[in-house]
């Protein structure tokens, strides 16, 4: 298996701006989150979906943040518009059912910069 | 709430042992883990420890849990270069799939 594959690895645009992350988890995962790491607060959960439903999305910092999940294969994250607050790691990962200790397995980020 | 803390950063020599320190709040805390990150990349689960344990052993690493002061540690043997990483402790509380990650500290090795 590929792992979680993210798009696009890196990210530049301009304040206003409307941006798009995107994520395939691994296959047969029934988990998938979305985090973002900065240097300031670390690594924060955004939102989490089971079986593509969002489940607590009580980490999404306010409106201009939504995210989608469409199908088991696909997910998205989108800021708009943007801010250079925004400015960050934004990681997704996913983790099957059936592991006790639930294991999250972590895409490679988009590193996202907003001028 | 929950609350996982760490000390940011940590300085060891080659063959030395690396000690990681992690403290949390939560005391509904069902798995705690170490996880591991390399520059650029993504977070990679290193171990993880049950609640009803005290310590857990997998080759160079030793994590030990003392479930009275709510600390985690993770202590690396023979510590190499190659272990040169932020490393993040993070608890699951309940049943739920949600973790929370501490800070992260990061290990720095020298020759």
């Known amino acids: 298996d590929a792992g979680v594959i993210q798009s696009p690895r890196h990210e530049v645009t301009e304040m206003g701006q409307e941006v798009t992350l995107r994520c395939k988890p691994i296959s047969g995962h029934d988990y998938l989150f979305w985090y973002r790491q900065t240097m300031m607060r670390g690594l924060e959960l955004l939102i989490y979906?089971?079986?593509?439903?969002?489940?607590?999305d009580s980490g999404m910092p306010e409106d201009r943040f939504s995210a989608k999940m469409p199908n088991a294969s696909f997910s998205t994250l989108k800021i708009q518009p943007s801010e250079p607050r925004d400015s960050a790691v934004y990681f997704c990962?996913?983790?099957?059912?059936?592991?006790?200790?639930?294991?999250?397995?972590f895409g490679p980020g988009t590193r996202l910069t907003v001028l | 709430g929950e609350d996982v803390e760490q000390s940011l950063f940590l300085s060891v020599r080659e063959g030395d042992s690396s000690v990681i320190n992690c403290t949390y709040t939560?005391?509904?805390?069902?798995?705690l883990y170490w996880y591991k990150q390399e520059p650029g990349a993504g977070l990679q689960l290193l171990t993880y420890?049950?609640?009803?344990?005290d310590m857990k052993q997998d080759q160079r690493l030793t994590v030990l849990l003392n479930k009275k002061d709510k600390h985690l540690s993770l202590r690396i043997a023979d510590t190499q270069t190659g272990d040169s990483a932020i490393y993040f402790c993070a608890e699951r509380a309940g049943g739920g799939n949600k973790l929370t990650f501490g800070t992260g500290t990061q290990l720095k090795v020298e020759l």
């Open positions: 939560d005391s509904s805390s069902t798995y």
């Open positions: 979906f089971n079986n593509n439903v969002p489940i607590d």
């Open positions: 420890i049950f609640s009803n344990m």
């Open positions: 990962a996913s983790s099957p059912v059936g592991l006790r200790f639930n294991e999250q397995f």
